[in-house]
C-alpha cells in the first residue's frame, strides 16, 4: 500500500521523502564513480572505490575521507572520564572559556598600559613572558601594580629563571594582600620546554620542588605548564605535539611525586598548552584527544582521573609577516576550533606578532576575536557541539591513537629528557617538517598572501623588535618564511634601484586564451616579489620581442592555450632569446618546445623557481 502524501493524508500516513530511494553510501559512491570518470579524473585502470582519489591524509597518517557513515561513538559525558567531551560537566557556558592575553614587552610603563587596557575590555587573565625574553623579574611590581590579582590570574613563562619569577609574583600577591588559598594561576615552570627550546640542561628538580612547596601553601595555584609549542614549532605535526607533551606530563609527574606529592596532587599542579591552528576540525580533535589521552594516563598511574587544563595559543607557525591582515582570519579559526573542542584557556595572539612587538590596535582586534565568538556568536553555550559528529569523532579517535604511538615510542627511549637527548625528537620533527616544506614549496599547502595571492604594492605595518626568543635547542619555524626570504631579496632591489626584478608575461593569443595561465604565472611569480608585466594579445614572433625589449626584463614565460603553444610557443620563444633573454619559460606541463627552458605549472616546486630565476635576474641572496 501506498503511503497518502496529498492534502488528505493524516500525520499516520505521511512518510517524508518516502517517493524517493533510499540515500546508501553504496548509491553514493556509484554517482561519485560516474562523475569523477565522466569528468576524465579517474584512470581507465583505476580498480579501487573512485572515492579513494578524494581521500587526503595529514601528516600523522590520519586518513580524511569525503563521507563518513554512522560510527561507534563512545558513550561519554561532559566532566566524566576520559573526558572527551569536556573537563567539566558544564563546560562553559555560564561564563566563557579563560581569555587569556600575552605580554612580552621588555618596557615596564608599556606593558604597564597594554595589561591595564587587556583587562578593562575582557581578557580574563595574564600571560607574562619574564627574564631574557621579556619582562625583568624585577620589573614584575611595575607592570601589576594596578591589577587586581585576585581578580585577573597570571600565568608565568619564564625559563630558566622560573624560581626567581615564582618568588616575585608571590610576593606580590603577599603585598597586596590576596590570601594563599585564593591564588590563582601558574607559575609557569617548564624545564622540559626550555629544555627543548635551548638545548639548556632541564631543572626537573627545582620545578618538582616549587611544585611541592606551593602545593599546600597555595592550593589553587598550579606551578607546571606542560607546553608542546615548541614542538609543534618545530614542524611537527598534531600527534607529535601532543604525544611529546604527554611523554613531558609523566616525566612531571614522576618528579613531583618524587619531591613528596601523591600522584593526584602532582597532577592538579598541571597546566597544559598546544598549539591551535587555522585546521579547525584538526584543532577540535586535537583537544579532545588530549584530554582522552592524559585521563588514560592517569587511571594506568592509579589517580583519580580528572580534566586536563588545556591553554590553547593560536599557533605562531603560522602567522606571516606579509599580508599580516589574514592572520585575523587564521586565528579566528583557531580560536573557534579551540573553544569549541573544548579548551579552559584561549591566547589568541594579536595578527602582526610575527612583525615585532604589537601595538594597541592589533591587541584590541585578537581580544575582540574572542569576545566576538563568545558573546555574539555563543561559542562556548553549547557544551561540546562537534561530539557525535562522524567525522570529528573518527578523526580524534584516530589522532589519539598516532599521538599514543608516538608516546609510547618516547618512553620506549627512555622518557622525554633522554629522546631529546638522543636527537629522537628533533629527527622525527624534522622528517615531518621535510614533508611539510615539500607541500608549500609545491603550494599545496597554501599560504593566501603568501604563495597564493600576493600584494606586491601592500605595506607591511612596522613594528618595534620583539626580545629574541631562546634558541639553541628544537628549530623555529614559520610556515611562510621561504618565501618570505624571496620577498625580502626582491624588496632590497626596489629599494636600491626603484624598480622590481621582472618577468614578462608573454600573452599569447586572445585574452580569453590566455587569462588563465597568465594569472597563474603572475601569481607565481609574485610570491617571490617578482613584477609580471604582459605583453598583452600577441599575435606574432616580431611583436613579442618588441614588447619584451620595452619592459626591460631578461626573463620571460610564454603564457596562453594550448592551440596558441602550437602556433606560436617555438617563434616566440626563438625571437625572444633573439632579444636577449637569458630564459625563457612556459606555464604548462613540461613537453618538448624549442627554446623554452623550464615550465612552471600546478604542483610544480614554486620556491625553486622563484629561486632560479631571481639568481638569473642578479639577485643577490
Known amino acids: 500500500m501506498t503511503a497518502q502524501t496529498g492534502p488528505t493524508a493524516g500525520p499516520d500516513d505521511l512518510v517524508l521523502a518516502g517517493e524517493f530511494e533510499p540515500a546508501t553510501h553504496s548509491r553514493w559512491q556509484g554517482m561519485v564513480d560516474r562523475v569523477l570518470r565522466k569528468s576524465g579524473a579517474v584512470p581507465d585502470d583505476y580498480d579501487h572505490p573512485v572515492e579513494t582519489l578524494l581521500t587526503t591524509r595529514t601528516y600523522d597518517g590520519v586518513e580524511l575521507k569525503p563521507l563518513y557513515n554512522r560510527a561507534e561513538v563512545p558513550e561519554n559525558f561532559p566532566g566524566l572520564p576520559p573526558f572527551l567531551r569536556g573537563a567539566r560537566p558544564e563546560g562553559y557556558v555560564?561564563?566563557?572559556?579563560?581569555?587569556?592575553?600575552?605580554?612580552a614587552d621588555p618596557d615596564p610603563v608599556a606593558t604597564r598600559a597594554a595589561v591595564l587596557a587587556d583587562l578593562e575590555h575582557g581578557v580574563t587573565s595574564l600571560w607574562l613572558v619574564v627574564g631574557a625574553a621579556g619582562i625583568p623579574v624585577g620589573a614584575l611590581g611595575d607592570v601589576l601594580a594596578d591589577v587586581y590579582l585576585?581578580?585577573?590570574p597570571v600565568t608565568l613563562d619564564a625559563g630558566a629563571d622560573f624560581r626567581a619569577a615564582a618568588g616575585e609574583l608571590l610576593r606580590l600577591h603577599a603585598d597586596k594582600g590576596v590570601p594563599p588559598a585564593r591564588v590563582r594561576g601558574n607559575l609557569g615552570a617548564d624545564?622540559?620546554?626550555?629544555?627543548?627550546r635551548t638545548g639548556q640542561d632541564a631543572d626537573l628538580d627545582?620545578?618538582?620542588a616549587l611544585a611541592a612547596e606551593t602545593a599546600r601553601s597555595h592550593p589553587g595555584l598550579r606551578a607546571v605548564v606542560v607546553d608542546g609549542l615548541p614542538y609543534h614549532q618545530a614542524g611537527g605535526s598534531d600527534a607529535e605535539e601532543l604525544g611529546a607533551a604527554l611523554a613531558a606530563g609523566v616525566?612531571?609527574?614522576?618528579?613531583i611525586t618524587a619531591a613528596g606529592l601523591t600522584v593526584d596532587e602532582a597532577a592538579a599542579r598541571l597546566e597544559f598548552r598546544y598549539a591551535a591552528t587555522a585546521d579547525q576540525f584538526g584543532t577540535t580533535a586535537k583537544f579532545r584527544a588530549a584530554r582522552r589521552l592524559w585521563s588514560r594516563v592517569l587511571e594506568v598511574c592509579g589517580a583519580t582521573p580528572v580534566g586536563q587544563r588545556q591553554h590553547a595559543v593560536s599557533s605562531p607557525a603560522m602567522l606571516t609577516a606579509r599580508d599580516p591582515w589574514v592572520n585575523l582570519l587564521r586565528t579566528t579559526l583557531a580560536c573557534f576550533g579551540a573553544g569549541v573542542g573544548g579548551a579552559d584557556a584561549v591566547t589568541v595572539l594579536p595578527f602582526d606578532t610575527a612583525l615585532g612587538l604589537p601595538d594597541p590596535f592589533a591587541r584590541?582586534?585578537?581580544r575582540n576575536t574572542q569576545a566576538v565568538l563568545l558573546e555574539e556568536s555563543r561559542l562556548a553555550g553549547v557544551i561540546d557541539p562537534a561530539g557525535g559528529s562522524w567525522y570529528v569523532e573518527a578523526r580524534t579517535d584516530e589522532l589519539a591513537g598516532a599521538a599514543w604511538a608516538w608516546f609510547t615510542e618516547i618512553e620506549r627511549a627512555g622518557g622525554l629528557l633522554a629522546a631529546l637527548d638522543s636527537g629522537l625528537v628533533a629527527e622525527r620533527l624534522a622528517a615531518t617538517w621535510a614533508a611539510r616544506s615539500a607541500n608549500l614549496a609545491t603550494r599545496t599547502d597554501a599560504l593566501t598572501g603568501v604563495s597564493e595571492f600576493p600584494n606586491l604594492a601592500e605595506r607591511v605595518p612596522s613594528r618595534r623588535p620583539a626580545p629574541a626568543a631562546p634558541s639553541g635547542g628544537l628549530p623555529v619555524v614559520r610556515y611562510a618564511q621561504e618565501y618570505e626570504e624571496l620577498r625580502d631579496r626582491a624588496d632590497r632591489v626596489l629599494a636600491e634601484t626603484g624598480a622590481r626584478p621582472k618577468v614578462f608575461l608573454a600573452t599569447l593569443g586572445p585574452v580569453a586564451a590566455h587569462t588563465a595561465r597568465a594569472t597563474f604565472a603572475a601569481n607565481?611569480?609574485?610570491?617571490?616579489?617578482i613584477e609580471t608585466p604582459d605583453g598583452g594579445v600577441l599575435t606574432d614572433a616580431e611583436t613579442a620581442a618588441a614588447r619584451f625589449t620595452e619592459s626591460g626584463a631578461t626573463v620571460a614565460c610564454l603564457c596562453g592555450a594550448e592551440r596558441s603553444y602550437g602556433e606560436l610557443a617555438a617563434p616566440v620563444a626563438r625571437a625572444l632569446k633573439a632579444a636577449g633573454a637569458a630564459t625563457v619559460l612556459l606555464a604548462g606541463k613540461p613537453s618538448d618546445v624549442e627554446g623554452v627552458d623550464g615550465f612552471v605549472f600546478t604542483g610544480c616546486d614554486a620556491l625553486d623557481v622563484l629561486r632560479t630565476t631571481l639568481e638569473t635576474l642578479g639577485v643577490p641572496a
Open 94 to 103: 555560564a561564563g566563557g572559556w579563560d581569555v587569556r592575553q600575552r605580554h
Open 251 to 255: 616525566a612531571y609527574l614522576r618528579a
Open 524 to 529: 607565481l611569480f609574485q610570491a617571490g616579489g
Open 150 to 152: 585576585d581578580l585577573a
Open 191 to 196: 624545564p622540559l620546554g626550555h629544555r627543548a
Open 206 to 208: 627545582g620545578a618538582a
Open 364 to 366: 584590541r582586534i585578537a
